[in-house]
């Protein structure tokens, strides 16, 4: 299994909300990434788990929080969202950190309203 | 901090044309990675190069990393349809995260 899944696909929430994104991936990987896409923009990196401990947060907002629950599971909560964040959010995983091609998910397309 | 620039911004070309794009590194890097983004779509990893001056081959697709590992370069040689999209060229540089070129959209017209 070489995919990585991202739940929901799109998703539109309120400033006042909290909403989880999830993602999954089966191919033993152990770093997982967060990245931000504007449109006709380049991946941005928000996170970097590594063994499932968060190694680089990318001096993210605090209304970002990422968590890993274990190995396969890399999850985005968030929380009093502003409207700017709307974004394509992907997931990503490599084989270890540095140096391996990532792996992306199909992402999660966030309109904050 | 590294910066990796990726010129042109975008190219529209009739099918059966080539098409490259070139990728430009602020430090040496230790390895350069290439992903192809359709539209509405996520990236996906096309190819690592890693050596001084290596070239590897895809189909129609070449790949070159510099002499001085602090450029590159994606050439599509006859290109069609189904090579639309956004190429990105993506460096690592010693211990540091990925860090994304601004991309190369591509537009093939049959």
């Known amino acids: 299994d070489t995919e990585v899944t991202q739940t929901p696909k799109h998703l539109v929430m309120g400033m006042t909300n909290k909403k989880s994104l999830k993602c999954e991936q089966h191919m033993g990987h152990r770093a997982m990434y967060w990245y931000k896409q504007k449109a006709k923009k380049p991946p941005e990196l928000m996170f970097v788990?590594?063994?499932?401990?968060?190694?680089i947060n990318e001096s993210v907002p605090s209304r970002f929080s990422p968590e890993c629950p274990n190995s396969s599971l890399l999850n985005l909560h968030l929380h009093a969202l502003q409207p700017e964040d709307s974004a394509l959010y992907l997931c990503?995983?490599?084989?270890?950190?540095?140096?391996?091609?990532?792996?992306f998910g199909p992402g999660t397309r966030l309109t904050v309203l | 901090g590294q910066q990796v620039m990726q010129i042109p911004q975008y190219q529209h070309v009739q099918e059966g044309e080539d098409f490259t794009t070139y990728c430009n590194s602020s430090?040496?890097?230790?390895?350069i990675q290439w992903y192809k983004q359709r539209p509405g779509g996520h990236p996906v990893f096309l190819i690592q190069?890693?050596?001084?001056?290596e070239v590897k081959k895809q189909k129609r697709l070449t790949f070159q990393f510099g002499e001085a590992k602090k450029n590159s370069s994606l050439h599509i040689t006859a290109t069609q349809t189904t090579d639309v999209g956004t190429y990105f060229c993506a460096g690592n540089s010693g211990y540091s995260t990925l860090t994304f070129g601004k991309g190369t959209m591509l537009l093939v017209s049959p």
């Open positions: 190069l890693v050596k001084s001056g």
């Open positions: 990503a995983s490599s084989q270890a950190p540095l140096n391996y091609e990532q792996f």
């Open positions: 430090t040496t890097l230790s390895n």
């Open positions: 788990y590594s063994y499932e401990k968060l190694s």
